[in-house]
């Protein structure tokens, strides 16, 4: 029986403990034998919850890159990653015991010729509910809904799909025992998928509040990816001669995020973290995300809970600090709610009880 020491303050509660790993599952019983193997503050695995494992502007990559990628998540602490859209197959992440543990969420579903080329299944809104069904089968829970996208004939954001088939599209995943996530820029997309029962909106830079007030009462979530809608301005600048209502549009979402992440969370809405290759590299830099949401004025503890434990729980996995649970936590050498930036730089990983960074 191999066995780890691990000491310091354990978060959320941050007392100061003694915490062990036997057997790749976490005990606060003193085993013998055990050596030191990390000292400082430790935090339950971090979560990307709108990652894009295997996905690169030009579409799928090759399993090459897909480890490289899981790898650089991995060792900066996001030890569990809900896929939110690729194209590749990353089954077989699933079995290696060394890389993060993954949801998988298939392909993103698209209205026909109205979104970025190679990344989603794109259909017709009669089509609609068949292939959410099927991701809802091939995935692990959730799929994801291109709620709004430029329409080149109205030459603005506009809903992908009506709402009948929206409605349609998500009782079949939920038939199937799945959750459904959008991408949402606008507001004219998220009442019809409100209405329609859906769990979850990426981005939200629409979000109104009367829509807020629902998703707080139905607990439906909100992964706002602040680097990401801060890209607003260089999106519509190439097109803006060919398009300037769609980029006064994306201009006013651009204008107004801040004050919606920050009614959000007023309004009690659960709030998690997530990457989406919005910062300074497409994986590894969940950090950046969790310092943006921050400095737009989100309480510290706030932001790293909804990166941390929060999201683990909201997904359905263990904090991976608890007596019994397999072991997947971060420690890092200051305490991360006093200064956040330390999350770039951890002392230890480890995941499925072994230290792997």
């Not at 607990?219 to 980029?247: H, I, N, S």
């Not at 979402?253 to 497409?282: I, K, M, N």
Request: glycine letters at 10%.
């Amino acid at each position: 029986m191999s066995a780890l020491r691990f000491t310091g303050p354990v978060l959320p509660d941050g007392e100061v403990r003694d915490l062990y790993v036997v057997d790749g599952r976490v005990t606060y019983e003193r085993p013998p034998g055990a050596e030191l193997a990390g000292e400082g503050w430790i935090v339950p695995g971090l979560v990307d919850a709108h990652n894009h494992l295997g996905l690169e502007d030009g579409g799928a990559v090759d399993d090459e890159e897909i480890l490289r990628q899981a790898v650089a998540d991995r060792d900066t602490g996001a030890l569990l990653l809900r896929d939110c859209g690729s194209p590749a197959d990353t089954r077989w992440v699933q079995q290696r015991e060394d890389l993060p543990r993954l949801i998988r969420c298939g392909r993103h579903i698209a209205r026909t010729k109205r979104y970025i080329r190679n990344y989603a299944h794109e259909v017709e809104p009669e089509d609609l509910a068949a292939y959410a069904a099927r991701e809802a089968q091939a995935g692990d829970g959730w799929i994801k809904l291109v709620g709004d996208w430029i329409s080149r004939e109205a030459g603005d954001l506009t809903p992908s799909f009506p709402a009948d088939a929206v409605a349609a599209a998500i009782g079949a995943a939920h038939e199937h025992g799945a959750k459904v996530t959008a991408h949402c820029f606008g507001s004219d997309s998220i009442g019809p998928l409100l209405d329609a029962g859906i769990d979850c909106i990426e981005h939200g830079t629409g979000l109104r509040e009367e829509h807020l007030a629902t998703m707080a009462a139905r607990g439906v979530a909100l992964v706002p990816t602040v680097l990401q809608t801060d890209k607003f301005p260089q999106y519509v600048e190439a097109g803006r001669e060919k398009f300037p209502t769609y980029a006064t549009t994306m201009e006013a979402l651009h204008r107004q995020r801040r004050e919606v992440l920050l009614q959000a969370h007023e309004a009690g809405v659960a709030l998690y973290v997530g990457s989406d290759g919005g910062g300074t590299g497409r994986h590894g830099y969940l950090h950046e995300e969790v310092l943006a949401m921050a400095a737009m004025g989100l309480p510290a503890r706030d932001v790293l809970a909804a990166a941390s434990w929060q999201a683990r729980a909201w997904l359905g996995f263990p904090s991976g600090v608890a007596e019994g649970e397999p072991a997947d936590f971060v420690v890092y050498d200051a305490d991360p709610v006093a200064d956040l930036t330390v999350l770039a730089r951890p002392a230890r990983v480890v995941l499925r009880g072994k230290v792997v960074a």
